[in-house]
Structure formats: structure tokens, C-alpha cells
């Protein structure tokens, strides 16, 4: 046996919680709200845009994928330097965690939140520290009053992935102006495209405020661009100098490059997909509320059924037994908005509360289905 870090063992694996190849016979028919995908595929020019890139594969591509953060800098009105690129966002809290954490300090996050903070920091070594929700919202003071003189990383997931909630700019404001200016704060905002309350505002906002402030995007969501892995990190130009020195060589390969940039350039035609999302989320929780599940007020492409264990096992067994796929929790179910037919299919499996089976009854698993 090779001689391993201590402690490695215990970083958690990443939970897909998914089906493998949709070209397996033994995965068809099966509807996936489980990874917060796009229901649509890329739109025909960003198709376009791939096939071209596609040709040249046998190149490396931009190293510091100089067209596209040109073009983000224009989108957002930030200077191109404050950009850094990460195959996906998460490889960006990668890169926050390989120059701001390590043996010894502390990475802070909420609780339910998205688990990958969990495991960029037992990766880098450090302890993490984590704040419970209240009623399903970052609790920003508790958060604050728990950060230490260990705690150099402190993620805030807003919208909040598995609940939906949503910080006000206000909230992450008094949160920043609370957390010393040492300390790296990472606001992850990958599904920031659908939050439509009046008082959500995207903490780019506060950038020239807060030199420590990361903002985090993806072309996962929105974008539809889960399969190419793209995403991007906007903060001030020092920290984004750091960050690049802990990017992996050519990790945004030539065709993400190409479909982000093309996504950028469709605007019109994506904002219309976001509001069939939107549309469709609205409907799913109103007949959702109306059956008597208990649902938080959504800010991002999927809902959440707030629900104790065995209510959570049982309901995601009845999506199961009708080939939907949703994500489990110990305290309630993650659900992805799909498109019309899926969602459809979808409230005709998981019925109303009362109508599910006994409390007990374990979830299916994937292996036994």
C-alpha cells in the first residue's frame, strides 16, 4: 500500500446519485431531475459553434481563454483581469482553496448547502465549519459570528443548493462587511439567472467594495452546458492573479470555450428558455403547495420538499417506481425543474403526502431498480 495523506480517506466522495450512459438499454425511459440540468439541449448555433471547434481538437486551446473572458468582462462590466476560467465553477473552488487554505485553517460554509465545499476543503486539509440554516435561509450574523481567526474560506451557495433560498444583496452586503478583509469569501451563484425576487441582486454588485469577494458562474444551468464543463470566477484582479497560478493547465478545453462564447452571443434565445423554467417551476410548486407538500419559495431550477427521513425515502421511492429521478436528502427532496411533459410525469408519480406509502419504507435504490 502506498503511503497516502493522513486523513485522506475521510474526504466524501462526490454523490452523482444519477444513471450512467442514456445510450444503456437498461436507462431508458427514465426521466432525470436529479443533477439540476437544462431540459434543453444547446441551442443550433452554439451547436454550430461546437462542430467548428470540434474540428480542431487535435490543438491545445487558449490557455488563458482570452476571447471568452473578453467577452464576459463585457457582459458583467469588469475588466478581463478579474476573470479566471475552471472546468466548471467548482474547479474555481478548487483553485480558492489551493491559495487560501490548508493544514490547520478553517473553510466555513451553511449546512444543508452544496457538499463539494465540504470536500475542497478536507482536500486542501482543513477543518470545515458549518452553520445550520434557519428555515432554510443562510443564517448571515451566525455565520459571521462563527467565523475564527483559523477561517480563511467562508462559501455561501445563493440561491442555496438543495433549498432554493435566496439571500437578499443587502444580506450578503452586511455579511461581507461583518467577515475581516483576510478572508476569502466565495459566493457561488450558478443558478443566478433564475432568481427573479425584486431584492435578490447578484453580489457582483459589491466587487468594488470588497477586494475579497469571489463571485462564482457556470454555463451549467442556464446555459445548458452541464456536458462541456465551463465555468468562471469574477473578483478583484489581485485575487484572480492568484487563483490562475492554481488553474489547471488547459482545463476549459476548445469546444467550451466555443459554446460559452456562442451561449453569450444568443442571449434573446436563452433568456426564453429561463422563463420556460420559471414558467414551469411556478406550476410544479403550485400544484406541489396545493397537494400539501411543504416547498420554500424557489429562486433557482429546481424545488425542495422540505420532509423528515422516511417522508424523503418514500417519496423518492414513488418517483422512482415511475422512472423519475430526483435527489434525496436526509431532510427533504431536491426536485429538477424539467421540461413540460417531464414535470408532468413527475406530480402524476409523487401524488400528495398522505398518499404515499407507510413512514419506513426505504428509498429505491439505482442498483435495484
Not at 475588466?79 to 491559495?99: D, K, N
Amino acid at each position: 500500500m502506498i503511503r497516502v495523506r493522513r486523513g485522506i480517506e475521510a474526504v466524501p466522495a462526490y454523490g452523482v446519485g444519477r444513471l450512467g450512459s442514456a445510450e444503456d438499454p437498461a436507462n431508458q425511459g427514465f426521466v432525470q431531475l436529479i443533477s439540476n440540468e437544462s431540459p434543453f439541449a444547446p441551442l443550433p448555433s452554439v451547436s454550430d459553434a461546437i462542430s467548428r471547434a470540434a474540428a480542431g481538437a487535435n490543438r491545445y486551446p487558449d490557455f488563458d481563454g482570452v476571447v471568452l473572458r473578453a467577452r464576459l468582462a463585457e457582459v458583467h462590466g469588469v475588466e478581463a483581469e478579474q476573470i479566471v476560467l475552471g472546468c466548471g465553477s467548482i474547479e474555481v473552488c478548487h483553485q480558492a482553496a489551493a491559495i487560501a487554505a490548508g493544514p490547520g485553517s478553517e473553510v466555513l460554509h451553511a449546512w444543508p448547502t452544496f457538499p463539494e465545499y465540504t470536500t475542497v476543503a478536507a482536500l486542501s486539509g482543513a477543518r470545515v465549519r458549518r452553520v445550520p440554516l434557519t428555515q432554510g435561509r443562510h443564517d448571515v450574523d451566525a455565520m459571521a459570528d462563527a467565523v475564527s481567526e483559523q477561517t480563511r474560506i467562508v462559501f455561501v451557495c445563493n440561491p442555496n443548493n438543495p433549498t432554493g433560498t435566496a439571500l437578499t444583496e443587502a444580506e450578503v452586503a452586511h455579511l461581507l462587511d461583518k467577515i475581516p478583509s483576510t478572508c476569502l469569501v466565495v459566493v457561488d451563484e450558478a443558478y443566478a439567472e433564475f432568481a427573479d425576487a425584486p431584492e435578490f441582486g447578484s453580489a457582483l454588485n459589491l466587487l468594488g467594495a470588497h477586494e475579497n469577494l469571489l463571485v462564482l458562474r457556470t454555463f451549467s444551468k442556464a446555459y445548458g452546458l452541464a456536458g462541456l464543463r465551463v465555468g468562471y470566477g469574477i473578483t478583484s484582479a489581485e485575487v484572480a492573479s492568484l487563483l490562475r497560478l492554481a488553474k489547471i493547465p488547459f482545463s476549459v478545453g476548445s469546444v467550451a470555450l466555443a459554446a460559452a462564447i456562442a451561449s453569450l452571443d444568443a442571449g434573446d434565445e436563452l433568456a426564453a428558455r429561463i422563463a420556460s423554467v420559471k414558467a414551469e417551476r411556478h406550476r410544479v410548486a403550485t400544484r406541489l403547495t396545493g397537494r400539501g407538500w411543504k416547498i420554500p419559495p424557489s429562486q433557482a431550477n429546481f424545488l425542495w420538499i422540505a420532509a423528515d427521513e422516511d417522508r424523503a425515502a418514500a417519496a423518492v421511492r414513488r418517483c422512482a417506481e415511475s422512472k423519475v429521478l430526483v435527489r434525496r436528502f436526509p431532510d427533504g427532496v431536491r426536485i429538477t425543474v424539467g421540461a413540460e411533459e417531464e414535470n408532468t410525469r413527475l406530480l402524476d408519480a409523487l401524488g400528495s403526502p398522505d398518499g404515499l406509502p407507510p413512514t419506513g419504507v426505504a428509498a429505491a435504490s439505482l442498483a435495484g431498480r
